[in-house]
């Protein structure tokens, strides 16, 4: 009688045992079957707004970059150009001098 218990209750916890599997295989199908749609649909989203805002980024990327390398240029111009300041002042001075001395030699 012992062994006619075991076995039904083995029988029992195998027949639970069966029947929760396919519950939780009926239940991931059941899943996929709402939710892939869903996940579906976020892609298509994802993908659309990826793309808009991609290509806006990469347009105020290259807008702050230009204006970033304007202003460097602007900043090697300054960098190479102040340093020459005295000696066009220098020049001025002396196709003045030039300039006068031949309008006196012309007079």
């Known amino acids: 009688m012992t062994t006619l218990f075991v076995l039904g209750v083995a029988m029992l ?3 639970m045992m069966a029947g929760a599997a396919l519950a939780w295989l009926a239940i991931r199908a059941v899943l996929w ?3 892939l749609p869903l996940l579906l649909l976020k892609a298509a989203f994802g993908l659309v707004f990826g ?3 991609g290509g806006v ?3 105020v990327g290259l807008l ?3 204006v ?5 240029l602007l900043a090697v ?3 190479v150009a102040l340093p020459l300041i005295p000696l ?6 002396v196709w003045v001098a030039v300039k006068g001395t031949a309008a006196l030699a012309a007079a």
């Open 77 to 79: 111009l300054a960098v």
């Open 64 to 66: 702050v970059t230009l």
């Open 33 to 35: 079957v709402l939710f």
């Open 68 to 72: 970033v390398g304007g202003l460097g």
């Open 51 to 53: 793309l808009i805002f």
């Open 13 to 15: 916890a195998m027949t």
């Open 88 to 93: 066009l002042l220098v020049a001025a001075l």
């Open 57 to 59: 980024g990469l347009i």
